[in-house]
């Protein structure tokens, strides 16, 4: 049997005869030989990695293997307090990897939870509930409201059947579905004719033939697919990874380089020597880092979350600062999700009506001026109409105005609101007495209603089209003239190509008493009303969030499943796409690899894609260097976002799976909150750049510090455990406050973050090595004068301790801002956290300086105050040396602005 047809274009007979089966169902013997041919109807779990591999796989650092080497050499020499320190460091990073590793497996579950428990089946003509599981190709499938697909159909029979496919296609109403079949390669979404694993039935009833399970469904493919899709590591984790080998590389020569000079020149023992070189390891080495950059990150999570923005995955905060393009789906991100009519057509006149949404407030203007609803018998007959010809049903709910029932039929009834209609009276003034319901096949609705005078009019809405074919007049039924075809069929184009929704109003008064409505009274001869528009409007705020996106330096692309004429309107209305149109799937799909750059180098807005499309096109995004943020909802979009550098879940309508797939998701399905999100993004990286330019200092001093001892043939000036001390208590208290840091002004304004960009530029390597320079001389040089006058070397190195805490404490303020003054009054006051900071490491430092039970563990001794003026005029003397520095660099920087200006400007003179 073969299973690889289009089934979607094959008749319904035909397909029942290709699968072997009938009106009657697969026999049971049948069905046994083809589960045990086919497998059950279900998708497998993957392998996951145990919980011990993904503890291992935290250690595969070079800094933490320079630090487990650096625990074995204390370790033979009986040195465990500070074997014992240094490993409790390398742990606690393990264990904050492990808690915030990824889970995009997931989203595999997440999918398998999709398939249905149960099947309605008629086997041996007989009907029958069974497990979804024991579904088989050729399985004939009874459906009906509320149920869930159970496996891929071929339609044999429908009535009324609407089912909501938004998980795989993407579309916002549900599709009605027939038996006819679809000539040629469709989409997923015009395949009328299917029932797809996991869809919901909104209304009617279906039988249909199984013609695919388990892994071989729409669903399943997509679920293959999530497989085979690589997650690429963030932006952030790769310049650390680069950032964090060189550091370990330049750390083991460095120690390398002291050992040498220890052992053969100044002739140190075998333990003094190794006790040395240890030392500069775990100097050199900013323990700290991995934490400060994880808090930072859990800041920004924070944050985030006030800005309705979800992060799952914590290097993804950082990521979207750097983020380049931003591929967003279209229904309920950048429009609002709640059809609106915005254009009323009557023989007379064209009509706009103000207001978004179901809430029925807004104005009928004519010219962009109010036009009085009184004085419009054309406008008020067809808002009537669209009130009683109608299935749903408005109401507020929670101070907001809801619709149950179909999204155009909401919009109707909120025109009509705006009229003045009210749906209740509608109703009891002009009673339904009978009605037919709405079918693809004739693509109109018609409902036949008596008021209390004894007068029946039939009310009809549909395609424009068809009711066109049906009318013989125009104008309102009271007072009717005959049909000009010409002007309707353009006015009707004209909205279509705006992208807009377009129905045709029309009624029939009755001579006579009647009950029962056929189609042969509807067929000819009815009054045509007028003609309606309606969009999903773009949401204001996502309007601005655009804007501001695209003047960060961020392009943004509309990928949906929606017409392309639709979506090409939407982008023009939001300055995206404007004037080159919309690419379709079916030109990304089988297009070559320079031909896909191209396309996505020239357009911003695509349409009818499937998941293969929006998979390929993130990819190929990503070959041009750019980092890439990926919205979506549904099972379809689960593959593009576990590959987009961010992927971006909707959190009110999205699925279990696009959800575990995606790095975010968006509280309120808003894509202005994206734009708040990349925002904060770039203030985490901005505050993370910072942190780190102000913990290697530290870490700097601390090494050259050792290596400069070493040189001189002195004791060293900081032990191990002190080392370790001032890394993790500065690292806490004040480099932790940096991650609290608010936004700087020009944060979106400026282009992004570039991928390639290292961590550390070669401006703040100088200002990393100059403080570092500084801040050996401050502490070393205090130490060697304590040891000049005949102090002992406890209290010696409790005052190089203390000297480098202090000036970190100086530096801090230097730090805040890299190239303006640090002392100025917004700035000192824009941060309380800060002043807490400092004030909880001066405590800790006294604890250090004066309790007897840390003076017996660090070796440390009392200091007097004159030790501490000596201490505070060394710190004083680093902040005024940097900020020196800042003001120099700062007036170099606008001296060759300034040159460029005016050499530009000389430039266009002489032009």
């Known amino acids: 049997m073969d299973l690889n047809v289009r089934w979607h274009s094959q008749s319904a007979d035909a397909a029942m005869a290709k699968l072997g089966s009938s009106d009657q169902g697969l026999s049971h013997q049948e069905a046994s030989r083809r589960l045990a041919e086919y497998g059950r109807n279900r998708l497998e779990a993957g392998e996951h990695p145990r919980l011990l591999h993904r503890l291992l796989k935290q250690f595969a650092n070079a800094l933490i293997y320079v630090l487990l080497a650096s625990a074995l050499i204390t370790a033979m020499l009986q040195q465990w307090v500070d074997t014992a320190v240094i490993l409790g460091v390398v742990i606690v990073n393990a264990l904050i990897g492990i808690i915030q590793e990824g889970r995009a497996e997931k ?7 999709l398939l249905s428990h149960e099947a309605v089946v008629r086997r041996d003509g007989q009907t029958r509930q069974l497990s979804a599981e024991d579904l088989v190709p050729g399985d004939l499938v009874l459906l009906q409201s509320g149920d869930r697909v159970p496996a891929d159909l071929r339609l044999i029979n429908t009535h009324e059947l609407h089912i909501d496919e938004a998980i795989l296609t993407g579309e916002s109403s549900p599709v009605t579905k027939t038996p006819d079949p679809v000539n040629g390669p469709a989409d997923l979404a015009e395949r009328f004719s299917m029932a797809f694993t996991g869809t919901l039935v909104t209304s009617g009833t279906a039988a249909g033939v199984v013609v695919a399970t388990g892994t071989a469904t729409e669903v399943g493919r997509i679920s293959g697919l999530l497989e085979q899709v690589e997650t690429l590591t963030t932006p952030l984790l790769r310049k650390v990874d680069r950032f964090a080998r060189r550091l370990a590389l330049a750390t083991v020569l460095l120690s390398v380089i002291t050992f040498l000079v220890a052992w053969f020149w100044r002739h140190y023992s075998l333990p003094e020597t190794l006790m040395t070189a240890v030392g500069l390891a775990v100097a050199a080495i900013p323990e700290g880092l991995p934490a400060i950059l994880t808090i930072t990150l859990a800041i920004g999570v924070q944050r985030m979350a006030r800005r309705k923005a979800i992060i799952r995955q914590l290097p993804a905060v950082e990521t979207l600062g750097s983020v380049t393009v931003i591929c967003t789906d279209k229904t309920g991100t950048l429009t609002r999700n709640e059809m609106t009519v915005t254009d009323v057509v009557t023989r007379s006149a064209h009509f706009t009506v103000s207001g978004v949404g179901y809430e029925p407030e807004g104005d009928l203007l004519d010219g962009g001026s109010p036009a009085r609803i009184e004085a419009q018998p054309a406008v008020l007959a067809l808002a009537t109409a669209g009130l009683l010809c109608n299935d749903a049903l408005l109401h507020r709910e929670g101070g907001e105005w809801r619709i149950t029932g179909d999204p155009t039929e909401g919009a109707l009834l909120t025109f009509a609101g705006k009229c003045g209609l009210i749906h209740e009276t509608g109703i009891r003034n002009q009673p339904r007495l009978d009605a037919i319901p709405f079918e693809s096949e004739h693509r109109f609705m018609a409902t036949l209603h008596h008021d209390h005078q004894g007068s029946h009019t039939i009310y009809i809405k549909g395609a424009p089209e068809q009711l066109l074919e049906m009318c013989a007049y125009e104008g309102p039924c009271e007072a009717s003239q005959p049909l000009d075809h010409v002007y309707w069929q353009t006015a009707a184009d004209e909205l279509a190509r705006d992208g807009k929704r377009v129905l045709a109003l029309a009624c029939l008064r009755l001579d006579g008493i009647k009950t029962e409505l056929n189609f042969d009274d509807v067929a000819h001869g009815l009054t045509l009303l007028g003609l309606v528009g309606m969009v999903d409007p ?35 209305s939001m300055n995206i796409g404007v004037g080159t149109g919309a690419a379709t799937g079916g030109q990304v799909d089988g297009a070559s690899v320079e031909r896909l750059r191209q396309l996505i180098n020239k357009h911003d807005v695509f349409a009818r894609t499937s998941p293969e499309h929006k998979l390929r096109l993130v990819e190929a995004l990503q070959a041009e260097g750019e980092v890439v943020a990926m919205t979506g909802d549904g099972v379809n979009d689960a593959p593009a976002l576990k590959r987009a550098d961010v992927g971006i879940a909707m959190g009110r309508k999205g699925t279990d799976a696009a959800k575990q797939a995606a790095r975010m998701v968006l509280a309120d399905d808003n894509f202005a909150s994206i734009v708040h999100a990349v925002e904060e993004g770039r203030v985490v990286y901005d505050n993370l750049k910072k942190a780190i330019l102000f913990i290697l200092p530290t870490s700097g001093g601390e090494a050259l510090s050792i290596l400069a001892a070493v040189v001189m043939g002195v004791l060293m000036p900081i032990t191990p455990v002190q080392i370790l001390w001032i890394n993790m208590v500065t690292a806490v208290t004040l480099a932790l406050t940096l991650a609290f840091e608010p936004a700087e002004s020009d944060v979106m304004q400026r282009r992004p973050n570039p991928p390639k960009q290292p961590l550390i530029s070669g401006f703040l390597i100088w200002r990393v090595a100059f403080v570092a320079c500084l801040m050996v001389t401050a ?16 209290l010696a190195r409790t005052i190089a301790v203390n000297t480098l805490v202090f000036c970190e404490i100086v530096y801090l303020l230097n730090t805040r801002v890299l190239a303006r003054p640090a002392l100025s009054r917004n700035k000192l006051g824009s941060n309380p956290v800060l002043w807490w900071g400092i ?18 563990l660090f070796g440390t001794r009392e200091l007097y105050p004159v030790d501490w003026l000596l201490v505070v005029a060394a710190a004083a003397a ?25 050499r530009k400007k000389a430039a266009r003179l002489s032009h």
């Open 538 to 572: 773009p949401r204001p705020e996502a309007v601005d969030a655009v804007a501001r996106a695209q003047a960060a330096g961020i392009r943004v692309k509309m990928i949906t499943g929606d017409h392309a004429a639709t979506a090409a309107a939407i982008g023009r």
């Open 779 to 794: 502490s070393f040089g205090l130490y060697l004068w304590y040891r000049g006058n005949g102090h002992s070397l406890e």
């Open 107 to 113: 989203a595999l579950a997440a999918i398998r939870q």
């Open 878 to 902: 680093v902040f005024m040396v940097v900020e020196v520095e800042k003001y120099l660099f700062n007036r170099r920087e606008h001296a060759d602005v300034a040159g460029e200006n005016s």
């Open 839 to 856: 004030a909880v490491l001066l405590g800790l430092q006294a604890f250090f300086t004066y309790l007897p039970s840390f003076q017996g």
